[in-house]
């Protein structure tokens, strides 16, 4: 099936006082219709700019190269005016940090009412009953009176449901959570997930879940790309990448997984040693520092994503000696 989107060696920069930051580095990707897409890494390794890049979201000291094609029609660096309809209609982003993405001055049902007169025509009194029926829909409790709320009035589980209900709102082709359960308890984080998977199930609706979380990603996504210093470090799907992880930084990721039931706050994964400097890249293997399977070719040469077996690909040298 043909790609919804189709990511091409895309690469993110941001100048800062001290240099370049290479946060994002020829990425590639496709995102099939109606599929779950896990994005994993750890804090700084380029999740969020990748999909902010691909929705001109970045800040002003970025910029992006490559190509990012929707439905075959390029859309990086498209003009404001194009993405703004996309991200409208079709592509929708549930931001890490729920408050950055509603208007802080804006009661959060007319937020939603607003896109549904705008992008659906709709008049303002069949907006309002949508938007509280959308509100209903992610369980938001009193949803009739929490229209009226601005969001600084409701609590991040409850900002993170609002958020999306609105994306839901168009019927999004893609919908891109990013970390959208971090902040959220057991129970609500479990209900937000069930969401997601509701819209992927009854709606078709391609979902990229950006997590920190693998267990997140085997109960809900049908591939994962693992990234590791802006770079995609192993790809393919869950069951298989879970069953035989190809990389090194994957398999420490797997390692160090939470067991089931554990406080995510108290036990949270730890691989020693830090992530890269992204203004400072070494030029072999990124992970080679950290890595306990490092031999000679490693710090020398960048290893490239290489097939592992069908839809599987990994970036490691050792991937060539075994
Ligand atoms: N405006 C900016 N200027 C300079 N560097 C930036 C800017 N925005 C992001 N970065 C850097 O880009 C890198 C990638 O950031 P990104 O937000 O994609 O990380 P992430 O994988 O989403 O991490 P987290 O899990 O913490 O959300 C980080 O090192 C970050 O500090
Ligand atoms: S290329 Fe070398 S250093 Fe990098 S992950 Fe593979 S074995 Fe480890
Ligand atoms: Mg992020």
Do not use: W
């Amino acid at each position: 099936m043909a790609a919804l989107l189709e990511c091409r060696g895309l690469d993110v920069r941001f100048s800062t006082d001290t240099g370049t930051v290479a946060a994002v580095s020829g990425l590639d990707f496709d995102l099939a219709p109606g599929e779950c897409l896990g994005i994993v890494g750890e804090s700084g390794s380029g999740k969020s700019q990748t999909f902010l890049a691909m929705f001109g979201l970045l800040a002003a000291n970025g910029t992006a190269t490559g190509s990012v094609k929707y439905r075959g029609t390029e859309i990086l660096n498209a003009p404001r005016a194009v993405l703004d309809e996309l991200r409208g209609n079709r592509l929708a982003m549930v931001f890490q940090d729920a408050l950055s993405g509603l208007t802080p001055t804006m009661r959060v049902g007319e937020q939603l009412a607003e896109v549904l007169v705008r992008h659906q025509g709709l008049s303002r009194a069949d907006a309002r009953a949508r938007a509280i029926e959308a509100l209903e829909i992610v369980r938001l409790p009193d949803a009739a009176r929490r229209y009226e709320a601005y969001p600084f009035e409701l609590s991040g589980g409850m900002r993170q449901r609002v958020m999306i209900a609105m994306a839901s709102l168009c019927r999004p082709e893609v919908l891109v959570a990013d970390e959208c359960t971090t902040a959220l308890d057991v129970t609500v984080q479990a209900q937000v997930l069930r969401l997601l998977d509701g819209m992927k199930r009854k709606a078709g609706t391609a979902i990229v879940l950006i997590t920190h979380d693998l267990g997140v990603v085997a109960g809900l996504c049908d591939r994962v790309l693992i990234m590791y210093g802006g770079r995609a470090v192993e790809i393919g799907p869950v069951r298989r990448i879970f069953r035989e992880p190809a990389h090194p930084y994957t398999r420490a990721l797997l390692r160090s997984m939470p067991s089931l039931g554990a406080d995510p706050a108290v036990d949270l994964p730890v691989i020693p040693g830090q992530p890269p400097d992204l203004e400072n890249l070494p030029p072999g293997c990124a992970f080679a520092p950290r890595c306990t399977e490092r031999f000679a070719p490693c710090q020398a040469e960048r290893p490239a994503l290489q097939v592992a077996a069908a839809d599987h690909r990994s970036a490691c040298h050792l991937g060539r000696v075994q």
